[in-house]
């Protein structure tokens, strides 16, 4: 993994972090975990520009959690959408 970011700082980071709540943790983690979806989906929507949102999303489950549960989706007929 490549790593631009000095010992020093990495140090610094997990200090602020140490001095933060459980909760306010937690929503660090929620909120990284959001935008992670936000650029993961955003990223698959560029590759398939004339795709429907529901396309768009059956291909990022596809690419998350695997063939079989994207497949099983597809079959079931399940809209999938925001």
């Given amino acids: ?35 992670t979806i936000r650029w993961s989906r955003a990223a698959i929507r560029d590759t398939m520009p004339d795709a429907s949102e529901h396309d768009v999303l059956l291909r990022w489950v596809e690419v998350t959690y695997g063939k079989e549960l994207a497949g099983r989706l597809r079959a079931s007929g399940r809209r999938l959408g925001t």
């Fill in 1 to 35: 993994m490549l790593d631009d970011t000095p010992p020093h700082i990495h140090d610094l980071v997990a200090r602020l972090i140490a001095r933060r709540s459980i909760s306010q943790r937690v929503a660090m983690v929620q909120d990284l975990t959001a935008q």
